[in-house]
């Protein structure tokens, strides 16, 4: 087996007072060869730290030097102080760190008990994938659950996790836009033609295809898509059917009509007769 050696070069700054009796040029002679004087550490500097491989044979270093004893024992003192305080400086660091993180972690944004979302089928291949969203009241987007059929239980498994995983990063305020730009252009089978969304024609695997289709619906990246919006309304062809009036036509359109329990009128606000001042007072 062989044994390192492990070499430390510090600067070391300090100052030795010594008491003279009398000053003369014998006496100051003599001071390199006293060990009785008072030694102060002014600094002590990590210079370089260099490793040797040693033969079993050879186990004892021959690079000590003489060194005066109370030099060397005030030397070592202050070593062992500064590293001690620099060890408890680092735990004190990482227990604020961790309290911190711990903090960090508690503030999830709990989607609510009845949530808003959409189903988006889509076939690649001959792989039918299921995307489920589920929104908080403000619109964003907080989950997501992917299906899928003609797969093992391993697969499935996988990508039910993966889109628990997901839904915690939302829900504890990760942003969506750092999860396409990670996932977006993914390469795996199965790949190619998308069958079933308008938007969305081609895809390079299953993790490239959901990303982009949450960026077009809920970022507005329509960089990402393969074709112009084309369901969009026309206000002005809307018309009353079974004496509705057009704008309930509409909401009933874009709501989900299972999230309101078919109750549209009692979930509607009237507005029409209620005007807003946008004029600033100076």
């Not at 939302?170 to 079933?196: C, H, M, N, R, W």
């Amino acid at each position: 087996m062989s044994k390192y050696l492990v070499e430390t070069f510090y600067t070391c700054s300090f100052k030795i007072t010594h008491k003279l009796d009398e000053l003369s040029e014998k006496k100051l002679s003599e001071l390199e060869n006293r060990n009785d004087g008072e030694v102060e550490i002014v600094d002590v500097k990590l210079n370089t730290r260099k490793t040797k491989v040693l033969n079993n044979k050879n186990t004892k270093s021959e690079l000590t030097e003489k060194k005066s004893p109370i030099i060397s024992s005030v030397v070592n003192e202050k070593l062992i102080s500064s590293t001690k305080i620099k060890t408890d400086n680092d735990s004190n660091l990482n227990q604020t760190n961790a309290q911190k993180l711990k903090n960090k972690f508690n503030d999830r944004s709990r989607m609510p008990d009845r949530r808003k979302g959409y189903i988006q089928k889509v076939t690649i291949g001959n792989h039918k994938i299921y995307l489920h969203t589920g929104e908080y009241d403000d619109g964003k987007v907080g989950e997501i659950f992917i299906d899928m059929n003609k797969e093992g239980e391993l697969v499935k498994a996988l990508m039910n996790n993966f889109a628990i995983a997901i839904s915690l990063g939302l829900q504890y305020g990760v942003p969506l836009d750092e999860f396409v730009d990670a996932f977006i252009e993914t390469k795996f089978e199965p790949s190619g033609q998308i069958k079933g969304n308008d938007r969305i024609l081609s895809a390079s695997s299953i993790l490239d295809y959901i990303f982009r289709e949450l960026a077009i619906s809920y970022l507005g990246r329509e960089d990402l898509a393969h074709t112009p919006s084309i369901n969009k309304h026309d206000h002005s062809k809307v018309q009353s059917y079974d004496g509705e009036d057009a704008f309930l036509k509409l909401v009933k359109d874009i709501t989900s009509k299972g999230f309101v329990r078919n109750k549209y009128k009692d979930k509607l606000v009237d507005l029409s007769n209620v005007r807003i001042n946008l004029k600033s007072n100076k």
